[in-house]
């Protein structure tokens, strides 16, 4: 296992120190030699998320198990595939969760409108054990950052990116749904990103 | 910033929440081949890349099954080849079918390959600055490969060298392999060159001129990028002159 002491990180987009991001980068080394515990230590960390937005994405609960075990299992055999001048591990890591299950329902778009009423109950009954896991794995803060980031946006901006992120919709698909113009679409997307990119990451546009 | 950076950024940024249709993704190849090497393209794609990662992180996280960082070490030790672990799992049915697809082998496609010319192809991977010579022009084209497992367009101008390629939802290749591109001309596969994914996506630049090829084509290759192919391709692109 790597265990040595965390290499301070200051991150490039915010200016801060973030030890979490250094561990995180020191267990992505560990995996490049083959460190189990490395592996194990990540999957810990953030499979519980990866298995949430996979399965608000997918809403079936085999398939965003096996979404996270692929992306999980490809972080294993390639780990040069992350790489820290594009980003944190974290990111790196939904970000490949996410494009699998977007992947996956613009296959199975039909299977999933069949099973979305289950799903929807699966997703109820699974977030009841959230607490317990958040207060495990330490990333509350991360969570309430985020949402806060989401409620600050103008509802109009939130909607189309909620929609797009979770719920695996096409700019398309979200127009048709809504009734608005795709450019109208595009562009609240874009508005909202900014923002996003404002307060989550600190870079000014 | 330039209306064709705004257009760019405003496409990355719906690329990053994976909501990018098939056409615009096509539109995004054309203005991305237009800037050549481009770090103001770069940045927004890490930068729109970064921020969708975090929003994972608004959902309350779910339980995980104890022992499933194991039973993945597990399938990996299990399974030295990708397609065996595609072979029971659903989510890589794609991959499975991409790679042994019917009908479509090299033979199939009159690929003899008793000659292979090699070219001096480069790829660049989002990475290091490299210059183009990749201009955007009105006569510039865009095809889309068609198979399983992964989008994938290009952008070239015919005629001239240079041609870039853009997808997503690709599987990592296994280990110690690799995507290798083909120009097939002539019935004659000529290797355009090695990538890997990164998160799925595929950014690549071909530094040869495509478009005397007839039919492009994408295969999983050993890490050594071999000159000619040793599988079925999973994607092709016929080009039409």
């Known amino acids: 296992m790597t265990t040595g002491t965390p290499t301070l990180v200051r991150s490039p987009q915010v200016g801060t120190i973030d030890l979490a991001e250094a561990r995180d980068r020191e267990l992505v080394v560990g995996i490049r030699h083959g460190d189990e515990e490395a592996f194990r230590g990540l999957f810990s960390r953030y499979a519980p998320s990866a298995k949430a937005i996979a399965l608000r994405v997918v809403r079936q609960s085999h398939l965003a198990e096996e979404i996270v075990q692929e992306a999980f299992l490809a972080l294993w055999r390639n780990p040069d595939g992350y790489d820290q001048q594009r980003g944190s591990v974290k990111s790196w890591l939904m970000g490949m969760v996410h494009h699998r299950a977007v992947d996956l329902v613009r296959r199975e778009e039909s299977q999933r409108r069949r099973a979305e009423r289950t799903a929807s109950q699966i997703v109820e009954i699974e977030s009841d054990h959230a607490d317990e896991v958040v207060d495990q794995i330490g990333l509350p803060e991360e969570r309430r950052r985020v949402r806060a980031a989401l409620d600050e946006l103008p509802q109009e901006q939130r909607a189309v990116i909620e929609m797009m992120y979770f719920d695996g919709k096409s700019q398309s698909q979200i127009a048709e749904a809504t009734g608005l113009p795709l450019g109208t679409v595009k562009s609240r997307t874009l508005l909202g990103m900014r923002r996003l990119r404002v307060t989550l990451i600190g870079v000014e546009s | ?241």
């Open chain 2, 1 to 241: 910033m330039n209306r064709a950076h705004a257009l760019i950024e405003e496409l990355l940024a719906i690329r990053a929440l994976g909501g990018l249709d098939v056409d615009d993704d096509a539109l995004l190849v054309r203005e991305m081949a237009g800037h050549g090497d481009c770090e103001e393209c770069r940045r927004f794609a890490a930068d729109y890349g970064e921020t969708a990662g975090r929003l994972a992180f608004a959902l309350d996280p779910l339980p995980v099954a104890e022992g499933e960082a194991d039973a993945v070490l597990r399938r990996a030790a299990e399974a030295g080849h990708p397609s065996a672990t595609a072979a029971h799992t659903a989510l890589a049915d794609a991959p499975a079918r991409r790679r042994s697809r019917p009908g479509r082998t090299w033979q199939a496609l009159g690929a003899a390959a008793a000659v292979v010319v090699l070219v001096v192809a480069a790829i660049a991977l989002l990475g290091p600055p490299r210059s183009t010579d990749v201009q955007a022009t009105t006569s510039q084209t865009v095809v889309h490969f068609t198979g399983t497992g992964g989008e994938l367009a290009m952008a070239y101008e015919p005629g001239r060298p240079g041609a870039l390629l853009l997808g997503s939802g690709f599987d990592d290749p296994g280990p110690d392999q690799v995507y290798e591109i083909w120009m097939i001309q002539d019935e004659t596969p000529i290797s355009g060159g090695c990538v890997s994914p990164h998160d799925g996506s595929i950014v690549a630049f071909v530094d040869a001129d495509v478009s005397g090829a007839d039919l492009m084509a994408v295969t999983v290759e050993a890490t050594s990028c071999p000159a000619q192919p040793t599988t079925a391709p999973f994607l092709t692109a016929p080009l039409t002159a």
